[in-house]
């Protein structure tokens, strides 16, 4: 990744659409090698968790253009790239495995690395996960505990407990949530190293169960028209 990783540093500091015309030429290898890993990460994915056995690499990747149409921000180019293996798509909605990789030069996520869940997701989908910790939290307690290198993200949370929700709950905590993701960083001796792929998917393995819960409630609540 160390090829990808270049591109992106040159690219967030010249960030103009006559320097990328001028290097498109490597962009097209970064982005075969990202499709490759991407590939190789499906692959890996699906021997356990097999929701996500169909999905091919256009499911998973995204172009480096930015849509800049609405935006202050006028540059063209996104300075990460990113694989999100998830069931039906990357625009299912559900829960999945994003490898990401970022220019030391962005502040998008100010870091590459792994992250798994959902990133504020619609009121109807943590009501249904919600619902499910109430009746079930010590399953999802141990999805956490067993994702054990992974870092649940609480830094967006209710003060008060959602409305319907007892502030007694044992799993409170999690109820208070805004999102429910589980973010892990890759430092650049990984990154680079030969034994990357092996090591993504020893990592997202240890977090199936807590995508199984989360994708749970939010394919119950859809089937059941529950938002």
Request: net charge negative; proline share 2%; with cysteine.
């Amino acid at each position: 990744m160390k090829e990808v990783l270049d591109f992106l540093n040159e690219l967030a500091e010249n960030n103009n659409r006559n320097w990328f015309q001028n290097n498109k030429n490597r962009y097209l290898k970064v982005q075969n090698k990202i499709n490759d890993f991407a590939l190789q990460l499906i692959q890996g994915i699906s021997e356990f968790d097999d929701s996500i056995k169909n999905i091919g690499v256009k499911d998973a990747t995204y172009r480096i253009y930015r849509d800049i149409r609405f935006s202050h921000d006028k540059r063209p180019y996104k300075t990460h790239i990113g694989i999100f293996v998830c069931p039906r798509g990357k625009n299912s909605g559900l829960s999945g495995y994003y490898f990401h990789v970022e220019s030391d030069y962005s502040d998008f996520l100010s870091r590459s690395g792994l992250f798994v869940g959902l990133y504020n997701p619609e009121s109807w989908m943590m009501q249904s996960i919600r619902e499910d910790i109430v009746s079930d939290g010590e399953t999802f307690h141990n999805s956490v505990l067993a994702a054990a290198n992974f870092t649940l993200d609480t830094s967006q949370k209710y003060v008060k407990m959602p409305k319907g929700f007892s502030e007694n709950d044992k799993y409170a905590d999690y109820i208070r949530l805004k999102s429910l993701s589980l973010w892990e960083p890759v430092d650049k001796d990984i990154l680079f190293s030969d034994g990357l792929l092996d090591w993504v998917l020893k990592e997202f393995k240890t977090t199936y169960s807590f995508n199984t819960f989360i994708n749970r409630a939010i394919l119950f609540a859809m089937e059941n028209g529950e938002y």
